[in-house]
């Protein structure tokens, strides 16, 4: 019989650990719709080399819903194919840094303070590039 209670607390051990890791990963199906977003970005009118862009809807125009994101490489950018953005108006948070790939970024220092930008963006996908220009530099 102690082998029956073991077997039990193994199958609700694991059963807690699945419906713990449910959500995680692909965005929720029941979530306002999404799309992607692309583009380029440049610093003092090169491409930036390496840094992060964010789409984050703007709440003092009434917009909802999740953020965006996406890493910028060689003056490029798409916002993560799971994770596009809602439509609306959006405030856009635009990082640089002195580094040449998106793990490099993390480790390197900011080339500017945040960027700070704002779009209307549409429902549907869309082509959005942005300027940062040399007077942001630190």
Request: hydrophobic share 35%; proline share 10%.
């Amino acid at each position: 019989m102690p082998w029956r209670a073991s077997l039990t607390r193994r199958v609700v051990a694991i059963a807690m650990m699945a419906t713990g890791t449910m959500g995680c990963g692909a965005p929720s199906k029941t979530g306002p719709p999404r799309y992607p977003v692309t583009g380029t970005v440049t610093y003092a009118g090169k491409p930036l080399t390496a840094g992060r862009i964010a789409f984050e809807p703007d709440t003092k125009l009434g917009n909802k819903g999740p953020a965006a994101y996406g890493d910028i490489v060689n003056g490029r950018y798409e916002t993560y194919r799971t994770m596009g953005a809602v439509g609306g108006p959006h405030r856009v948070v635009i990082e640089g840094y002195a580094g040449e790939t998106p793990e490099q970024t993390r480790k390197m220092r900011p080339l500017f303070s945040p960027h700070i930008t704002t779009i209307e963006l549409p429902l549907e996908k869309m082509v959005a590039n942005f300027s940062v220009p040399a007077a942001k530099a630190r």
